[in-house]
């Protein structure tokens, strides 16, 4: 089974799980510092990422100290270092090429927020799980799912985010 | 400090070491693999520690971001210096 294959079988909610989970552990190994907790969704051919308590305690102490504008620059450059790993993450785990990525720190609460936004809808079993993914107006199918990127005239589907295995 | 040492059989040279060690623990989240302290004449101590670079400050510096690393080390520096003088 290729990569491809396993990434076709997976729900939405399967995957967003995994990729939490990989960036967890991806900000545990080089950082030293887990988030307690990162939430992913999918929604059309775009993730949402929110990690909690993603600062590291040096970053905090900085900002404690009144060093708020050294802290930033230290996340900020975190970031950029981190940024291509991530991007390799996201991409291997979900099957899909990266075109952008957006991210920002807030130092005092802790939480980071990223949105990705992807070439194509990842291959997902259960497609009408995906916010905003578009499906052609005669067959709303799963086998129908077609790029949002490539048609103006669908209609989007809209989840109300629960049962999304 | 001080009552470490009144309530162990531990040295004021290992009772200096826990101490440092605890509180870069508790600062920075992060352990010193090794702590040497020495006395060279009467009220001086000298104090090595070795590892103290903490995991964000390693990326900084792999990743190309070699100011930014110095400041911060500085400053931590000076968080823990200010500290660790509250402790004695």
Known sequence: MNLQDNVQQQTAGQLERQVSQK?????????????????????????????????????????????T?????????????????????IEETLSVGVIDMMSNATIETGRTGMIVVFDRTPDVRNPKAIPKVKYSQNNGSDSEKIDLAKQDNDY?????????? | MSNLLSNSSMTAEDCLKQSIQDLYVKLFDHSISEITCWSMTEGVVTVVLE???????????????????????RELMQIFKKRLKSVF
């Open chain 2, 51 to 73: 590892d103290v670079t903490t995991l964000p400050e390693r990326l900084l510096i792999e990743g190309g971001y070699q100011q930014t690393a110095t400041l911060f080390r």
């Open chain 1, 156 to 165: 989007s589907f809209e989840s109300n985010g629960s049962g999304r295995e």
């Open chain 1, 69 to 89: 504008e050294l802290a930033e620059r230290v996340r900020s450059d975190l970031d950029k270092v981190l940024r291509p790993q991530l991007i390799q993450l």
């Open chain 1, 23 to 67: 960036i967890q552990a991806f900000y545990r190994e080089l950082l030293g510092h887990q988030p307690s907790k990162i939430t992913c969704q999918l929604f059309g051919s775009k993730l949402a990422i929110v990690a909690e308590d993603s600062v590291t305690q040096p970053e905090q102490l900085l900002a404690e100290e009144g060093q």
